[in-house]
């Protein structure tokens, strides 16, 4: 790889010829995964999550062993974050143990924090602000599935979370134009939304907000959405179904949508809640290839960080 940065806490800090390059590093890997086979040999990845994972903890784990290397898993009682222990003294510690650290937690703050005093490289592996490696193992998906075609149009239906926040700059990163359909009061970060414009703009392409599904989903080529309670949130699920019930992924609102568009949906899903059956389960749906892409994208990132 022609960059070199020492973390990847956010997709804001990435150059648009970075993302390129991860993208092509990742298509090498997924093509080729043999000639990567002990590229990390002897190196170690520490795993300090604070939320339950599926997808990135396994992904992760094998990512690490296909490439040679090891990973040690942290969980939430292992360490408890500022309370048991300071993140400046676990991230001094760690840095004399590992060569690499992923961190999945509640506060952004806890990942800047940790790469300010980690002395290796530290991954974001999500945040309540963020979510990198999902959004760019999304974006890697519809690379696959369309090429580079232009003005092609992704609109992200749901809450303004984590995972809209990092499609946002990936979005406006990489020339798609992306809506957002959220309720009045959940749009995501503002201050992400205007970076996310005007790098947009610089691009020639658009960053639109509706508070309305239809108008958000109408012609898109690529409907995506998330749970519309994530975690941390469980207390407001019954309240968050009420004012979401209108931003349900269905039959009729998908079919505003281009012909040929996708389904995506970064997991776990609520079935029968954010999306039905009918579209998770259709022939539109990469939701599996996405999930799949986040194994071959985080290798990627672990080669360029860690070898």
Known sequence: MKTVRKD???????????????????????????????ILKGKSLALIF????????????VGMAELGGHAVYLGPDQIKLGVRETIHDVAKTLSRYVDGIVLRTFAHK???????????????????????????????????????????TLAYIGDGNNVCNSLLY???????????????????NNDVFRGAEEMARKNKISIRLYHTAEEAVRGANIVYTDVWASMGQEDEAQKRKAIFRDFQINGPLFRLASSGALVMHCLPAHRGEEITDEVIDSKNSVVFDEAENRLHVEKAVLVKLLS
Do not use: W
Request: hydrophobic share 30%; net charge neutral.
């Open 110 to 152: 806890n990942v800047l924090d940790m790469a300010e005093y980690s002395d290796v490289p530290v991954i974001n592996g999500l945040s309540d602000l963020s979510h990198p490696c999902q959004a760019l193992a999304d974006i890697f998906t519809v690379r696959e599935k369309f090429g580079k075609k232009k003005n092609l």
């Open 170 to 188: 990936t979005c406006s990163k990489t020339g798609i134009n992306m809506n957002v359909g959220v309720p009045e009061g959940y749009e995501p």
């Open 50 to 61: 604070e939320k339950p994972s599926n997808r990135t903890y396994v992904s992760f784990n």
């Open 8 to 38: 990847l806490l956010s997709i804001k800090d990435l150059e648009s010829k970075e993302i390129e390059e991860i993208f092509t590093l990742t298509a090498s890997i997924k093509k080729n995964p043999g000639k990567f086979r002990g």
